[in-house]
């Protein structure tokens, strides 16, 4: 895997304006030396990843992910992106939906200082098969019911092609997501999926109708960067220049 002034440089030759990043790589290359190296080299940051994984089992561990938010508040603000994907986080239960009360209450929480900052928080939902071990916002449906709550430059939405494709009722919530909408994640869906995790599939090796996704996501008024995400070793393993090749190549043609 890249380093992140590896990563950097590979767009830069590559002639990709923009990149999201991860708060791993972040750390480290350390928040300066990274800031220092994205103003530099002239690429905008579209997302920082992640924020989010709010339920805990104990008030003491809910209030050192509240601390941990912050700091990817800050860390975004630094990075000079607007914003921060909040990967929501699993119950530390069985309590589905007392977990998904933690998240709608961390977020409220953590609203008036992700402002204070300039810094939209984006819900991304994931797929179900996510639900007890990433996130309980499986839904478009259920991160616009807690972002409606805000302005939506206080809180938006992420779509990600590989975690809302099935959804029968996806192209009416990215409709009822309009002007929300904060960030628009590619890759496809293999069939048979290799891994839940590390089964991406590169743009047209699988069956999501991506170029519609993307239309109906521009119909709602997303104008900005679409992020190609894959999570897939093979891909990772290629060398960065074939990669960045053929993810261009692909993108052009699927998305």
Not at 13 to 38: C, F, M, N, Q, Y
Not at 154 to 183: K, N, S, T
Request: charged share 25%.
């Amino acid at each position: 895997m890249l380093s992140l002034p590896q990563a950097v440089d590979a767009c830069v030759r590559a002639d990709v304006p923009s990149i999201a990043l991860w708060r791993h790589k972040i750390a480290e290359t350390g928040l300066a030396a990274a800031s220092r190296l994205i103003r530099d080299s002239g690429l905008r940051v579209s997302s920082l990843c992640r924020g989010g994984m709010f339920p805990a089992a104990t008030a003491e561990a809910r209030r050192e992910r509240m601390d941990d938010n912050r700091r990817a508040v800050d860390e975004a603000a630094e990075l000079g992106t607007g914003v921060l994907v909040l990967v929501c986080g699993p119950a530390p239960d069985r309590d589905i939906a007392g977990a998904r009360r933690m998240v709608e209450e961390a977020i409220a929480e953590l609203v008036p200082y992700a402002e204070s900052c300039g810094v939209c928080l984006g819900i991304e939902p994931l797929h179900p098969m996510y639900a007890a071990e990433r996130s309980v916002i499986n839904l478009l449906s259920q991160a616009s019911e807690i972002a409606e709550q805000y302005r939506p430059d206080q809180v938006g939405i992420v779509v990600d092609a590989f975690h809302v494709w099935w959804d029968p009722g996806l192209y009416g919530q990215i409709e009822r997501a309009a002007g929300r909408i904060v960030g628009y994640h590619v890759s496809d869906w293999i069939v048979p999926t290799p891994d839940l995790l590390m089964g991406r599939g590169m743009m047209g090796d699988g069956v999501i109708e991506l170029r519609r996704i993307r239309e109906a996501v521009e119909a709602a008024g997303y104008r900005g960067p679409i992020e190609v995400e894959i999570f897939n070793r093979a891909v990772w393993d290629l060398p960065v220049d074939e990669s960045l090749a053929l993810i261009k190549s692909r993108y052009l043609e699927h998305v």
